[in-house]
């Protein structure tokens, strides 16, 4: 996997609502980021483990997706050595302090509710980016 680089970032998108990564495609697209959606998390998986396909630099995640879930999908992305650090955002409708546990022991930076307003989803984007970037490297 190699890494490719924008004015802002690479950002993957997975949620099996259209509305939902057509809204998160054009609004962060608008704001400079290289945007790349699924709808689910297998097809995802399956094309971050081909040799052309760029790394994301945030993960944006619905929790409700069909084959596997949102936590395990998070935990996958925490195993693989390319993405351990990748910083992940969890969409949910549920507001529950229990979901919201249960995203962050899954792996997940920032825990954001349905419906969300772009600007935010934006401004968590490029709040999680500039910590990546301004991180030590270990």
Same mark, same amino acid.
């Given at each position: 996997m190699s890494r490719a680089y924008s004015s802002q970032g690479c950002i993957l998108v997975i949620d099996d609502s259209r509305t939902v990564r057509e809204i998160l495609r054009v609004g962060l697209s608008r704001a400079g980021f290289d945007v790349t959606c699924y709808l689910d998390?297998?097809?995802?998986?399956s094309a971050l483990y081909t040799p052309d396909c760029p790394l994301p630099d945030l993960i944006i995640l619905d929790i409700t997706l069909p084959k596997i879930d949102g936590y395990? /999908? @998070?935990m996958k992305f925490r195993k693989?050595?390319?993405?351990? $650090?990748t910083p992940i955002v969890m969409l949910s409708g549920?507001?529950?302090?229990?979901?919201?546990?249960?995203?962050? /022991? @899954?792996?997940?930076?920032?825990?954001?509710?349905?419906?969300? $307003?772009?600007?935010?989803?934006?401004?968590?984007a490029q709040t999680q980016l500039a910590f990546r970037v301004c991180a030590i490297p270990q």
């Open positions: 998390g297998i097809a995802a998986l395990e /999908l @998070a693989m050595p390319s993405l351990a $650090r549920s507001a529950s302090v229990l979901d919201r546990l249960k995203g962050r /022991l @899954a792996g997940a930076n920032v825990y954001l509710t349905k419906p969300f $307003r772009i600007q935010q989803v934006v401004e968590v």
